[in-house]
């Protein structure tokens, strides 16, 4: 099994633009959410099979909501019930007003040797629009602070096309990242999800998305700084240091089996998926196995799943798995399918380690969307 996942569905407050599921519940349901995922994970310790674990990966919310105990016996009930692979990546997602020294000391007595921390803007003003809990400083404080205390692998997310954003504001922060050296860093377009914030701000006339050509030119830019910088651009929304990928999240983009525990947390074990219900009350009051759908996933739903993610990756999709996995007949429709892309020099196939490859170019990327709706089964 590639990894396990835990979502910590706790917040202080929630962020403008985020759909994630979380809850701003207090210490006693935490309290109760903690115990309640050490059983599921007793439950499920034989899913989907044996295996060392490769990563673990504490995402919310904000699982720098929980007290140290807490992770601390979350910690002791996975190693009780999984075997942990030596040099394993275990992650923790943190907010930087979480991160001041005590709470950083504590965090290096525990297994954690990568920290997540959600900058999303070095710029106060846009801070403030998003709702977001910290400062700039404060983030730059968390980082050296995190830095001080030995983490040597560090990634930070910002987000761009934020409502009153321009291309110099972007560049600000893009510099800024790149200055501070952190080992990976993800970058996300801003889109309006039903349910939030700024989704009803904009249905109200309140805010206005950023145009097209100002997204586009955001991209470019942060692939352009970041390649000078050295960062490897693996998938369309991240780069790292060289050696210093997201094994997690790398396990997603290449249909690698996962466990993921907690409320709205999901599983895949290379045929089905999983997804708890994402309400932490009726979660923490179950008996048995916690409140879940699951879906068997037909030929055509995995082959779509393939494409969305494998070609999301600077390596692509290796075409022999796609003959070998779905057949010739399928492979004959995706090169069919790819035929324009090709001669539009967005998609273009080379050989990695003696395999057909087909990837996204530079120009491609662009229009990534476009090229896997036309590709899919559907």
Same mark, same amino acid.
């Given at each position: ?7 910590? #569905? ?37 899913? #989907? ?113 934020? #409502? ?77 240091? #060289? ?136």
């Amino acid at each position: 099994m590639a990894g396990i996942y835990v979502h910590v #569905p706790f917040c202080k407050t929630r962020c403008s633009y985020c759909d994630f599921y979380s809850t701003t519940f207090g210490a006693e349901v935490m309290e109760k959410y903690t115990a309640r995922v050490c059983v599921e994970l007793s439950a499920r310790k034989k899913y #989907p099979g044996s295996g060392k674990i490769s990563s673990l990966y504490f995402g919310g919310g904000t699982p720098s909501r929980l007290e140290i105990r807490q992770l601390k016996r979350l910690f002791d009930c996975i190693c009780d019930n999984f075997e942990i692979a030596d040099g394993a990546e275990i992650t923790v997602e943190a907010n930087p007003d979480d991160l001041c020294d005590e709470y950083v000391q504590a965090l290096r007595t525990l297994p954690f040797n990568r920290v997540s921390m959600g900058v999303q803007s070095f710029n106060d003003n846009l801070l403030a629009v998003i709702n977001r809990r910290h400062t700039a400083q404060q983030a730059v404080d968390a980082f050296n602070r995190l830095r001080g205390a030995g983490f040597g692998n560090i990634s930070i997310d910002l987000i761009y096309g934020l #409502p009153g954003e321009t291309l110099a504001m972007w560049e600000n922060d893009v510099v800024k990242a790149v200055t501070m050296k952190p080992e990976h860093v993800s970058a996300y377009a801003l889109t309006y999800e039903p349910g939030t914030l700024f989704y009803r701000r904009r249905r109200a006339g309140e805010i206005a998305e950023a145009d097209e050509d100002l997204y586009v030119s955001m991209y470019g830019l942060l692939m352009d700084r970041l390649n000078e910088a050295g960062y490897e651009h693996y998938e369309i929304s991240n780069f790292a240091l #060289p050696g210093r990928r997201a094994v997690h999240n790398s396990s997603y983009w290449t249909g690698e089996p996962y466990l993921g525990v907690g409320p709205g947390a999901h599983s895949y074990d290379g045929v089905s998926r999983r997804c708890n219900t994402p309400d932490v009350m009726s979660y923490i009051s179950s008996d048995g196995d916690v409140p879940h759908e699951s879906e068997l996933l037909d030929m055509d739903t995995r082959y779509d799943e393939m494409v969305m993610t494998r070609l999301r990756t600077r390596e692509g999709i290796d075409l022999g798995l796609v003959r070998d996995e779905f057949g010739g007949q399928r492979l004959d429709y995706l090169m069919e399918n790819a035929a324009r892309f090709i001669a539009a020099g967005q998609l273009e196939e080379y050989e990695c380690k003696g395999r057909r490859m087909l990837r996204l170019t530079r120009k491609g990327i662009f229009v990534s969307d476009e090229i896997m709706s036309d590709m899919m089964a559907g």
